[in-house]
């Protein structure tokens, strides 16, 4: 049986971070796009691949990437607070696919 001291002890450890898929950064990502825009807005905007903590969009237009620009800040706050840690500390823009390697 553990006692108090063990779990105290446990606790002060500093927790190593945890290391997230892309796949589950897109889908936070997505979620906060949605509550900000509604579902035109997860669907207007493609996230296409998470590299040193740079997320890569595609937006559908010119207006969605306005929008993005306009709103950076506030959506890598958003998406960082809901991944509980700093996975992300730009949002790139870009009309061009990446091949998946």
Avoid: C, H
């Amino acid at each position: 049986m553990r006692n108090l001291e063990d779990l105290l002890a446990q606790k002060k450890k500093p927790q190593k971070k945890k290391e997230l898929d892309e796949k589950t950064i897109f889908f936070v990502f997505l979620k906060v796009i949605q509550e900000l825009y509604g579902t035109r807005g997860e669907e207007s905007l493609r996230p296409l691949r998470v590299f040193e903590k740079k997320i890569y969009v595609r937006p559908e237009s010119s207006l969605w990437a306005n929008e993005i620009f306009l709103q950076k800040e506030k959506l890598l706050k958003n998406t960082n607070l809901l991944l509980e840690g700093e996975y992300l500390e730009d949002i790139i823009l870009t009309q061009r696919d990446f091949e998946k390697s």
